[in-house]
């Protein structure tokens, strides 16, 4: 969750900066787009994979996944590059986020769950 806060607080601050380095004002709204469907697109393939291979490794290739996005987009050249990175990194980001929320249900009791489910909604509802 840190990892994901920090990139989203940095990229949000020096986005314009490295937008107007990289000469491609017109996909802008692709940097962060790119983001954000990786993580929507492959959402139920993560849960299937963690219970086939393990919650453990599955969290750290998302940490692998994540850093070497991250690397990569510093490397960028061009626009197009910044956004497939873009998308490797969200990739990366949602596995942990999947391996987190994971790891929190096996470690609840089935009864502690349900309340912790129930709470979160009304929460969620109470903010809405």
């Given at each position: 969750m840190l990892?994901?806060?920090?990139d989203q607080t940095i990229v949000s601050t020096a986005l314009?900066?490295?937008v107007v380095e990289l000469g491609g004002l017109e996909h802008i709204a692709w940097?962060?787009?790119?983001?954000?469907?990786?993580?929507?697109?492959?959402?139920p393939l993560y849960g299937k994979l963690g219970d086939?291979?393990?919650?453990k490794r599955m969290l750290q290739a998302a940490v692998v996944i994540f850093v070497v996005g991250?690397?990569?987009?510093?490397?960028?050249r061009d626009m197009l590059q910044l956004v497939l990175f873009r998308a490797l990194q969200g990739n990366g980001?949602?596995?942990s986020q999947a391996s987190r929320q994971s790891f929190a249900s096996s470690l609840s009791l089935s009864g502690s769950r349900e309340r912790a489910v129930k709470c979160r909604e009304s929460s969620r509802k109470a903010v809405s």
């Amino acid at each position: 969750m840190l990892l994901a806060a920090l990139d989203q607080t940095i990229v949000s601050t020096a986005l314009p900066t490295i937008v107007v380095e990289l000469g491609g004002l017109e996909h802008i709204a692709w940097v962060v787009t790119a983001y954000l469907l990786a993580q929507t697109i492959v959402t139920p393939l993560y849960g299937k994979l963690g219970d086939l291979y393990g919650r453990k490794r599955m969290l750290q290739a998302a940490v692998v996944i994540f850093v070497v996005g991250s690397a990569l987009c510093g490397t960028s050249r061009d626009m197009l590059q910044l956004v497939l990175f873009r998308a490797l990194q969200g990739n990366g980001t949602l596995r942990s986020q999947a391996s987190r929320q994971s790891f929190a249900s096996s470690l609840s009791l089935s009864g502690s769950r349900e309340r912790a489910v129930k709470c979160r909604e009304s929460s969620r509802k109470a903010v809405s």
